[in-house]
């Protein structure tokens, strides 16, 4: 897959989003710079069962707070099988040190934002 901004043609994203306008304004966001949808996961169990199957993704976006439960459970099943994003709309101070440095979308969040995010996943930084 390409790192170009403008060309994200066929990156399958995995979603974890449990509100319902956030998860559908990423889903019209993604499909703008030309990206596949996995799920979205609404729900924390639905999640866990998507990551324990068989899971074709190249790139997570994870809501930090899915039903009132921290996803970090879920960023370590995922951790080496594909590149996490995490979207809050908090700052760094909710995600635990062992986190920091990985990209985030502060929400509200931009199309652009989205596609730095995702950038910055391909490229490795």
């Not at 703008?32 to 799920?39: A, E, P």
């Not at 709309?89 to 995010?117: C, F, N």
Request: net charge negative.
């Amino acid at each position: 897959m390409s790192s170009d901004p403008n060309n994200f043609d066929g990156l399958r994203i995995f979603i974890v989003e449990d509100e319902a306008l956030v998860a559908m304004n990423l889903e019209m966001i993604l499909e703008d710079l030309g990206c596949l949808i996995v799920g979205p996961a609404m729900r924390f169990d639905r999640a866990e069962a998507m990551i324990g199957g068989e899971l074709a993704a190249d790139v997570a976006i994870l809501d930090v707070n899915v039903g009132g439960r921290q996803v970090f459970p879920l960023a370590h099943r995922l951790e080496g099988r594909m590149p996490i994003i995490f979207a809050t709309g908090y700052d760094q101070t909710g995600i635990p040190a062992e986190w920091h440095g990985r990209p985030m979308l502060q929400k509200p969040y931009t199309s652009e934002d989205v596609a730095r995010a995702l950038t910055r996943v391909l490229d490795g930084r």
